[in-house]
């Protein structure tokens, strides 16, 4: 895959290496292929190579008329093509842009650059040099925000990702940063892609959850042909009241034409419960992968991971998720299931699920299944009076009805209710 | 519970050399050591040029360095590989001529040679080091049309059946470890089942890794023809050392069309000292095609030795219809670890898989499933049923899970789950209630634990394997 740099792509960083040197580690390696034990299911440097012939670094930051597209009382940020351009805030949440490279530093948001403050921990240089997707994103870094909520939150907040231009053949790299301390909030991130054009997204994002609940939802909102690939470093930390967070991930991410979003979540403080939920509906081409890395280090945590992908056409649903439990974390609970329900011949599941456990107090385990809807539902369903293809819808909504159901809030339920109605309805 | 993991260890049952001359061939790793080993076996031209071919390659390997377990290099230059007791030179005719030293080693193993064994009905194909000193039933099973016997001797009276077939199902490009058992294989087992014959006892073979420094190659290649049946069983011990040993063999199966292969095997090498010194490194290569319609290969494994097991043995279901079976029992105590699995090819129509895998984890040990169920696009209404259930005794051990599963196919089903968890101490407490002491409970809860597997083994080896499984295991619960 060839990148289109020119001199000016490059700035210094305030670090000890440049983008320059970022962008030479990664030209090294150049984009991951099947043969990365992670990237084994997904081949980003074939994919690349037959959907672009180049790939340009957008640079541009364009002004955008927005609408807010949720009827419910919310906050809100909105971003365009990756780069903030408006929010609406309480006081009490600080919040900084990343306008220039430079100011990566002292906004410490960049993604790894607390890691350097941790003795033994690699260096954001070092850690570059191994994952090649780190190392673009630093070479051509220059959009991104960054947030602290430090009270609860009155209403849900919601991050508008809009893209719009032409970005065909276009790259973006941007990073986000977003802690969160003794709160209790709600979440929404919608993507909505207006660019009608294929263009690549390499993201870099760091949740610190301190002694808090969220609630957080990824919600694509319409059909894209962007290429998406998303890092999230999730830190759960408990400062000093054990009193333990709790973090819910829900991802619907049914219309992309290219996702992979890598979690990788750290349940550094004890009573401590993580959630991860996706659900999607993959049609014509789509290609959606969730891969999950749940590191259990301390004891007396929970996780629970739920996969659900229904797969139509020539689409691909992955799910790689791996718990590990090192052997500190006695009376760990984790729990995983991922279910394809494949619709067509072309279609394809494919699931890694794995458990890597040093403590013997532990309760782990995990489900794979994948297979066609059962005949016989089918069947009983026609027999109550139902048409064929209602059946068939009924058994759809069902089988993610399971996702839905573990959302609280009756706003966003309703929502994403919406969202897969639609999916569903496009389809049949 | 943990304190007393490795206070207590069950001293290796089976540790003790026999002296016998070895004949040896040079060490290293030579195309001269390659022709020594086929001009010693009388080999003709084409398995030679077979083994070239795959020295060849192996040149351009890189020894795989992926896996969980790291071991410390092995200097292929410094070992022997071949080696055979120095009484084959010339052959004994019957057992009283075989050297009473071997006969002696055999009787410590129980290993049924001699004419009393016969009425437990096993015929045996006994391995000591690398060549075969004796086999039994022959005439019964010539009878029969069946061919089992030494490879070497195959390749001698049945070339074409080995030609046809050696290396049909695990080729000479294969990876690293396999391509060197091409090259350098020295004995095993050969075993031909003519059409529509069911075999009418257990086959049995005894591997015994004796000489010092002696890396085995056995190559084990299985033939199943139309509508025939065959049970094989494959027992493994080995005598106390303290450098690491390497065993890289090869098995191939293949069924034809409605034919069966089951394929047992206890493996109880050593596996080093409680501080994980010695102990066999045990990279197997085990493969089995289904290349017939309805044909079945079905693998049972206990597997309590080895300081590493690298072992996976696979089912390629060409034939529509066919069945792949994988029953496994891994224990792991003190410093050994084992990686271990099975993979699942579905290419024909209608096939059928069952995956079930019972890992045990003690003392400092690390146990791991790895394992791949593939569906391709053309085999439709094909299932699979995984279970991997792991069991932790103590917290300085690791008990590891990696499935790959994919699924290509609408019309196919794939069904896969695991658990991770410690002993009951409940199931514990009852049992101690009624009068078992802790070690007896944990035993008595383990083979319970591994049932489904026990179950799927011949008489003979179900009594071993219990035991076998209660030895592994004491003084790892405290």
Known sequence: ?428 | MSDKIIDTNKEYKYGFTTDIESFKAPKGLTEDTIKFISKEKKEPKWLLDWRLKAYKRLKSLKEPNWQKPKYPKIDYQDLYYYSAPKSVKDKPKSLDEVDPKLLETYKKLGIPLDEQKRLSGVAVDAVFDSVSVATTFKGELTKKGIIFCSISEAIQKHPDLVKKYLGSVIPITDHYFATLNSAVFTDGSFVYIPPNVRCPMELSTYFRINASQTGQFERTLIIADKGSYVSYLEGCTAPMRDENQLHAANVELVALDDAEIKYSTVQNWYPGDEDGKGGIYNFVTKRGACRGKNSKISWTQVETGSAITWKYPSCILQGDNSVGEFYSIAITNNHQKADTGTKMIHLGKNTKSKIISKGISAGKADNTYRGLVDISKKATNSRNYTQCDSLLMGNKCGAHTVPYIKNKNSSSTIEHEATTSKINEEQLFYCNQRGLDQEEAVSLIVNGFCKEVLQQLPMEFAVEAQKLVSISLEGSVG
């Open chain 1, 1 to 428: 895959m060839k990148i289109n740099i020119s001199n000016d792509d490059f700035k210094d960083m305030g670090l000890s290496v440049s983008q320059k040197d970022f962008y030479n580690s990664f030209i090294e390696m150049g984009f991951p292929n099947r043969k990365k034990e992670d990237w084994k299911f997904t081949d980003l440097d074939k994919i690349l190579n037959s959907n672009f012939e180049q790939l340009t670094p957008l640079k541009k930051k364009s002004k955008f008329k927005h609408e807010k597209i949720f009827n419910f009382d919310h906050y809100s940020i909105t971003n365009l093509n990756g780069a903030l351009i408006d929010f609406v805030f309480p006081k009490t949440v600080s919040l900084s842009q990343l306008k220039e490279v430079n100011h990566l530093k002292k906004h410490s948001i960049f993604f790894g650059m607390r890691e350097n403050l941790i003795p033994g921990r690699p260096t954001v240089e070092n850690a570059s040099k191994k994952d090649q997707m780190l190392s673009l994103n630093l070479s051509f870094l220059d959009r991104g925000y960054s947030f602290k909520i430090m009270d609860p939150l009155d209403k849900p907040l919601v991050i508008y990702n809009y893209y719009d231009d032409d970005l065909r053949g276009k790259m973006i790299n941007n990073s986000n940063s977003i802690e969160i301390t003794d709160s209790k909030c709600t979440i929404i991130e919608v993507d909505i892609d207006k660019s009608k054009s294929k263009y690549f997204k390499n993201t870099f994002q760091k949740y610190k959850i301190n002694e808090s609940e969220v609630d957080y939802y990824f919600i694509n909102q319409n059909n894209s042909d962007g290429f998406n690939y998303t890092k999230n470093e999730v830190e759960i930390n408990d400062l000093n009241s054990k009193k333990g967070s709790i973090f819910s991930y829900f991802i619907f991410g049914s219309g992309s034409k290219f996702r992979k979003d890598d979690y990788e979540i750290s349940l550094n403080g004890a009573n401590s419960f993580a959630k991860i939920n996706s659900a999607a509906i993959l049609k014509k081409g789509e290609h959606h992968e969730v891969k999950t890395k749940m590191f259990h280090s301390q004891p007396h945590c929970k996780s629970h991971q739920k996969i659900k992908n229904i797969l139509l056409e020539d689409s691909k649903g992955i799910f790689q998720g791996k718990v590990l439990v090192s052997d500190k974390a006695q009376k760990t609970d984790a729990y995983q299931i991922s279910k394809g329900l494949i619709l067509d011949d072309n279609a394809e599941f494919s699931t890694k699920p794995e458990l890597e456990i040093y403590a013997d107090d532990v309760k782990c385990s995990h489900g794979s299944t994948s297979g066609n809807i059962d005949h016989d539902a089918i069947y009983y369903l026609m027999t109550r009076g139902l048409p064929k293809k209602e059946a068939i819808k009924l058994i759809i909504k069902g089988f993610l009805n399971d996702v839905v159901l573990e959302i609280t809030d009756l706003n966003i339920k309703k929502l994403i209710e919406d969202h897969l109605e639609e999916n569903i309805n496009n389809e049949n």
